[in-house]
């Protein structure tokens, strides 16, 4: 079946330093890929997402690039704040599916940014 | 902005009180999802609702049931608490699957059972 495999971290970084964040995946089909952001105490919400081959998507300084040669969608950003602290959670979407339920969620990977 | 609201934030129960989760999104989509968040675990899906009235069981469904009487809401009962339930409970909706629409989850809300 569809799997996700990322970093499990913890990741603790100094303010301004680089970010990258690795994530690959397996599906039997054509997936789109996600990266979500859960901040202390909240629920999930959208951070980037790529629909297919060769996309980037990108949202307040984060990037992620779908490769499909190499499965992966790791996520990066160039200079991180002490409020990027939070956990990050890879996810495909496997659009075979005719219904329902079609999202498979990596481990997330919490990260720690000391000022 | 699609909004999906969870009714508690925070809740503490008794040990096999009957507990319901509710959860109510705004954007008439037809698929809900609710999962548990436990540290070292990631997100395990309970259980999801395609159509109202539409149920499947997830990967945990033990000990839970739900229900959908309307398209907008989809409660989560856990029909006598254990404190093994202690968790993070995140709601989710989505409209038809076609794998370019990600999901939107509601705030959470963190069950205590003693």
């Known amino acids: 079946g569809d799997s996700v495999t990322q970093m499990e971290g913890p990741v603790t970084l100094s303010e301004e330093a680089f970010l990258t964040i690795n994530c690959t995946y397996t599906?039997?089909?054509?997936?789109?890929l996600f990266w979500y952001v859960q901040y202390p105490g909240e629920g999930l919400q959208l951070l980037l997402k790529?629909?297919?081959?060769?996309d980037k998507g990108s949202n307040k300084g984060f990037e992620a690039t779908y490769r499909k040669e190499t499965t992966s969608f790791h996520l990066e950003k160039g200079s991180v704040q002490v409020s990027d602290s939070a956990v990050y959670f890879c996810?495909?979407?496997?659009?075979?599916?005719?219904?329902?339920?079609?999202?498979?969620f990596g481990p997330g990977t919490r990260l720690s940014v000391l000022p | 902005d699609v909004k999906v609201t969870q009714s508690s934030r925070y809740l503490v129960k008794r040990t096999g009180e009957k507990v319901f989760l509710e959860c109510v999104q705004d954007?008439?989509?037809?698929?809900m999802f609710w999962y548990r968040q436990d540290p070292g675990l990631g997100l395990r899906l309970i259980y999801f609702?395609?159509?109202?009235?539409?149920?499947e069981k997830g990967d945990i469904p033990e000990g839970y049931s739900v229900s959908r009487e309307k398209k907008e809401r989809f409660s989560l009962i856990l029909e006598s608490a254990s404190t093994n339930q202690t968790s993070m409970y995140l709601c989710?909706?989505?409209?038809?699957?076609?794998?370019?629409?990600?999901?939107?989850f509601g705030s959470g809300t963190r069950l205590t059972v003693v």
């Open positions: 989710a909706s989505s409209p038809p699957p076609g794998g370019n629409y990600g999901y939107t």
């Open positions: 599906a039997t089909g054509y997936p789109s």
């Open positions: 790529a629909t297919k081959a060769d």
């Open positions: 996810a495909l979407s496997d659009r075979a599916r005719d219904y329902g339920q079609n999202f498979v």
């Open positions: 954007m008439d989509h037809e698929n």
């Open positions: 609702s395609y159509d109202v009235k539409m149920k």
